[in-house]
């Protein structure tokens, strides 16, 4: 751990307002402040009391600023203490956009009265440029999407005004990889996909900017790129990028959770782990599925019933972390009439919140179904599990089809409207967990888990690289 020389460094990290980029801004505060850099995370209360708290050691130097949640000027349009993309109905999105946007005024005077080093932001807060540029303090984008969905996309010039018509004129223009990319590769988007990403990326919406816009905007001024991402992962994407943004791109690792430390008892909050775990005890090593599709992937009684079912015809013991979805009355609810019983003792459904690094640590689990965003494949694959993918929403269909492309994961198979089928999601569990048609593909998690798991690389090489970049790089003006 590189804390051998002391820093007066010190870095703003501004995530957009979603769990999905404020998870991994977290962790990269903790990455850097683990190699002497001081950084204030800024988000709203609601967001930062949500976080887990740094270890102890690392207190002085990470400070979690806490703006007070703009007030816009409808204020019915937000339910109160909804402050993250996950706390609203997605067609509401649009207005957490607009109350995000009013933090401009109080970021720039933090940025004012703490005169940092360095900004590090995410694709959304455009304005930050005019902040970089008004107090002369440079900024990086941090992209918590891989490599290969950010080189999908391409240079910001192909993102807005005529670039834009030639490179991305329609949904359809994504269900093949752009011609930029030269090698061959697979990381496209299904056309039910891109119907949806094209529509959230490239439509007007209240904010009065579009999400294209704001992205190609920060790319452009920016002084750097840092990616979530690795050399030993995706090193053809990561050497494309470079020529592709015109300005240096530095993988900062994968930033993996640390994993709960061997023969430690699990302390987990709530009753009903201990008897979850106890059960999971009794299970043969690597037999178990892990089933979970997060907070943000808002998914229909139908896709929840289906994935039930699939899970029933599989015959394979599972772990479900469901929880109750809005269109629930009660828990029960939210399965088929008759679920549980006719898989008790086989499965668990666990309703509400769930320990998920303790889960995939557990020895009794051998793959996951999950929708493939990026900080879960990170997550799963460092302990080696098999990857079964059902993606949903933005860059989770790019990496699934990189998860297959490199034997890393099966992809249930879709309808053209994306709907899927019980018989598919029990077909490609099989596949992954128990057939020997799939013993390469469990054979691959495992190598992959020397790369996604092993800390000392992420966090002394990747991590002390581009602390080597922000201690030496573009200086305060």
């Given at each position: ?11 703003v ?7 999905g ?77 607009v ?6 005024q ?22 930050v ?33 005529d ?7 329609s949904?359809e ?25 094209y ?13 294209s816009?704001?992205y ?43 994993k709960?430390?061997?023969g ?9 782990w201990?008897?979850?775990f106890?059960?999971l005890?009794?299970q043969k ?49 939210a ?17 509400g ?23 879960s ?11 079964v ?6 860059d ?15 992809e ?6 994306g ?18 048609e ?40």
């Amino acid at each position: 751990m590189r804390v051998d020389w002391p820093s007066k460094m010190h870095v703003v990290m501004l995530p957009w307002s979603a769990f999905g980029h404020i998870i991994p801004f977290f962790q990269l505060s903790i990455a850097i402040a683990k190699a002497g850099i001081r950084v204030s995370l800024v988000s709203t209360p609601r967001n930062i009391q949500r976080l887990p708290k740094p270890q102890p050691n690392l207190s002085s130097l990470i400070k979690f600023v806490e703006l007070p949640f703009p007030i816009v000027e409808d204020g019915s349009v937000l339910p109160e203490g909804a402050e993250a993309t996950v706390d609203i109905p997605f067609e509401k999105i649009q207005y957490l956009k607009v109350a995000f946007d009013l933090l401009q005024q109080p970021l720039k005077q933090y940025v004012a009265e703490t005169s940092p080093d360095w900004i590090i932001v995410d694709f959304f807060p455009y304005w930050v440029t005019e902040v970089s540029r008004e107090y002369g303090v440079p900024f990086v984008y941090f992209s918590v999407f891989s490599a290969s969905t950010i080189a999908f996309l391409g240079p910001p010039y192909s993102l807005v005004g005529d670039g834009r018509m030639r490179d991305w004129p329609s949904p359809e223009s994504m269900t093949s990889p752009p011609e930029w990319i030269t090698f061959p590769s697979s990381v496209a988007l299904k056309d039910f996909e891109a119907k949806a990403v094209y529509t959230e990326f490239f439509t007007s919406n209240v904010s009065g900017a579009t999400t294209s816009a704001r992205y190609a905007k920060i790319i452009d001024s920016c002084e750097a790129v840092a990616v979530r991402s690795c050399v030993e992962y995706e090193g053809e994407y990561l050497n494309l990028l470079g020529n592709l943004m015109g300005k240096p791109v530095i993988p900062v690792g994968l930033l993996p959770p640390e994993k709960p430390a061997e023969g430690t008892e699990i302390q987990i909050p709530g009753g009903s782990w201990v008897g979850n775990f106890k059960w999971l005890n009794n299970q043969k090593p690597k037999s178990v599925v892990f089933v979970g599709f997060g907070s943000e992937c808002k998914l229909t009684k139908d896709q929840v019933h289906e994935i039930a079912y699939g899970l029933e015809l599989s015959e394979l013991p599972f772990l479900w972390a469901l929880r109750k979805p809005d269109w629930a009355v009660e828990d029960d609810d939210a399965v088929p009439s008759g679920f549980g019983d006719r898989t008790s003792g086989r499965g668990i459904v666990c309703k509400g919140w769930a320990p998920q690094m303790e889960i995939l640590a557990h020895p009794s689990i051998g793959g996951s179904l999950f929708h493939s965003g990026w900080g879960s494949v990170i997550e799963t694959l460092q302990f080696g599990h098999c990857l079964v993918v059902l993606p949903f929403i933005s860059d989770q269909g790019l990496n699934a089809r990189l998860l297959v492309e490199k034997g890393l994961g099966v992809e249930i198979k879709r309808g053209e409207d994306g709907s899927f089928r019980r018989e598919d999601i029990s077909k490609s569990l099989r596949l992954a967990m128990v057939s020997e048609e799939g013993e390469k593909l469990r054979m691959r998690a495992r190598e992959a888990a020397a790369i996604f798991g092993d800390q000392n690389l992420h966090q002394d090489h990747y991590i002390g690289g581009f602390v080597d970049y922000l201690k030496n790089g573009f200086a305060k003006q």
